[in-house]
């Protein structure tokens, strides 16, 4: 892409003049990224002679580039950069105000200005030296010069850029000192705001200023990554906003929808804050209306994929706060997950995850009764019978949809009252108690894969205490989600539904799983024992143990 910009400026020049093309070949020979930054700037003017003097500056700049990659580059030579920097964008903004309709005036402060932001690239590899650029006032002029006028030469071409390596987050971790004064340095100039500000005026069907877009949002990716916390304040910067408007533009999918879902579901992690913003912003009616294309229709490419995985996960975030389920509810959220799991596309694995993540806990009340009210059961019964094979095919494990769908009917359980528990109950009766059945089969499956993690732990157990090892907090804590990655979370559920159905009073219901219990040897000891373990971290009722 870069040759073929520079062979298009090149054959423009030579057919004016032949001496200069040939200086425009020799730099397209060498791929000179630098050199190209300015070449493109001519490709841009409406003349062909300033093309031409863009391209004999390029050159000058190419060759002044080379000298300074010979230079050691140490402390010293970095300041006196950063400073040659403060001068020129001094002087360029002081002819801007001088002669503000008079480009000719100032065009080669710009080009200067340029040059220097080019050279100060090689601080990024250097990122113990980045407190310079704080010191001497350079990170505030860099986000000065993203409001720059000139957005052709500067804001999304250099500046960004620039930007980006230095906030790259392999370069950030090589020294955190160095990395955490400039971050703290970018977020006191309110960094978020200025780049979501620019964003708001380049045209994405410019190719150019598209791929602006899509480096600021990787400026945000990369602070975001270094330190979540920012993330509060960057989506009350007008970041969130943006997003959302992004991801409801109606134009085709391309790089940067996808790059604005996932930085949208890293924003939502474990952050309440941005939930509850994202919910007043109506975020939840944009995230239904964008799934909804995948209810009858798969995405076309991998990437579309990648994006429907991220908006399905930040509806899963957002679900976390009491409040969106709400706004889920009224949205008909729930209608639209009932729809998708029927309509068997590739949707259906994250609906799953979506009706879980909405009916779990006393919060999820209100949509455990809608769920039923729509005929949800229907629905999520047969998947409990079998795990379909489209989703197979589809890269699920069997484990991740039987949790989803055994936590479904466990929240069902616990929140559901008079009518739509009546009616819950009675699937579990019908075609002569087969889903008892079904629940025996899974429990029984979950059991044996538990104890066997667990006979596999109690082994290494022992071989550490015989070499004198301590098992201290941290090495109990693996040892309980290799137990939970084994199975022990979707054991527990079924063993829940064991209980709940057993106490509700139905005796061939209770009759079934005593029967089964007993011709497979299974124990009511062993059923309470993993009722008591999920009791001491989890909301199950202790009386039900009774």
Known sequence: ?????????????????????????SMASRGDSVSYRLLSCAVKCADLVPKILFCCLGYTFHKRALCFQGEPVDESSVKKMILTFEKRSYKNQELRIKFPD??????????????????????????????????????????????????????????????????????????????????????????????????????????????GVYNTLAII???????????TEAAQQGLMQWLLKRIKAKIPFDANKLYCSEILAILLQNNDSTRELLGELDGIDVLL????????????????????????????????????????????????????????????????????????GPEGSDDCHKFVDILGLRTIFPLFMKTPKKMRKAGTVDKEHEEH?????????????AQQRTRLLSKFTENDCEKVDRLMELHFKYLEAVQLADKRIEGEKHDMVKRGEILDDVMEDEFYLRRLDAGLFVLQLLCYIMVEISNSGISQLQQRVHQILNLRGGSVKVVRHIMRENVNGSELDPDLLE
Not at 1 to 25: K, N, P, T
Not at 222 to 230: D, I, K, S, V, Y
């Open 221 to 231: 990716e990369n602070m975001a990554e270094f330190r979540p916390g920012l993330c």
């Open 405 to 417: 769908v055994c936590s479904i009917i466990a929240s069902c359980l616990r929140n559901l009252k």
């Open 102 to 211: 008079t480009p000719g005036r100032f065009m080669e402060t710009e080009l200067d200005l340029n040059d220097i932001i080019q050279e100060m690239h090689v601080i990024a590899t250097m990122p113990d030296l980045y407190h310079l650029l704080v010191e001497l006032n350079a990170v505030h002029s860099l986000l000065g010069l993203l409001s720059h006028e000139n957005t052709d030469i500067l804001s999304f071409k250099d500046v960004v850029d620039l930007l980006q390596e230095l906030t790259d987050i392999d370069t950030l971790q090589e020294s955190e000192e160095g990395a955490e004064v400039l971050i703290d340095s970018l977020l006191e100039g309110q960094v978020v705001a200025l780049l979501v500000q620019n964003m708001e005026r380049l045209d994405e069907q410019v190719k150019e200023e598209a791929d």
């Open 1 to 25: 892409e870069m040759v073929g910009d520079l062979a298009g400026c090149y054959g423009e020049c030579r057919a004016v003049d032949r001496g200069r093309g040939s200086q425009v070949e």
């Open 289 to 360: 209306q964008q799934l909804s294309v995948f209810k009858r229709h798969n995405p076309a490419t991998a990437e579309e994929q990648e994006m429907m995985e991220n908006l399905f996960d930040a509806l899963c975030s957002c679900l976390m706060l009491a409040a969106n389920r709400d706004r889920f509810l009224r949205g008909e959220g729930l209608q639209l997950m009932n729809l998708m799991l029927r309509e068997k596309k590739m949707s259906r694995t994250s609906a799953l995850k979506v009706l879980d993540h909405g009916m779990i």
